[in-house]
């Protein structure tokens, strides 16, 4: 079992900076890989970003490539989403989520654990 706890949400103007952290419980993180999925009001939830057991592999979305950055601090238990040139498209509530299995899937039906989400919004 892992939990996972997101924070670093919050207001921030258009072209701001935040960077979230999940932080997970369990001896055994470092075998799983991370992604963090975003839902804005009315539409479903949405892959963002994904990182695999080692950090090495990464895969974002297209609306964020080169925006924002995925890592892991294995020692920490903690993975980071940080996202530069925000925009206000960007707003949503913002969920951590893992599995157990390699690869990062886009898909959040493949993620077996999900935190309670952390709120983003960006002003315009």
């Known amino acids: 079992q892992v939990q996972l706890v997101e924070s670093g949400g919050g207001l921030v103007q258009a072209g701001g900076s935040l960077r979230l952290s999940c932080a997970a419980s369990g001896r055994t993180f470092s075998t799983y890989a991370m992604a963090w999925f975003r839902q804005a009001p009315g539409k479903e939830r949405e892959f963002v970003a994904g990182?695999?057991?080692?950090?090495?592999?990464?895969d974002y979305a297209d609306s964020v490539k080169g925006r924002f950055t995925i890592s892991r601090d294995n020692a920490k238990n903690t993975v980071y989403l940080q996202m530069n040139s925000l925009k206000p498209e960007d707003t949503a509530v913002y969920y951590c989520?893992?599995?157990?299995?390699?690869?990062?899937?886009?898909?959040?039906?493949?993620?077996?654990?999900w935190g309670q989400g952390t709120q983003v919004t960006v002003s315009s």
């Open positions: 989520a893992a599995r157990s299995r390699y690869g990062t899937p886009r898909s959040e039906l493949e993620y077996h654990y």
């Open positions: 990182i695999g057991w080692s950090g090495s592999n990464t």
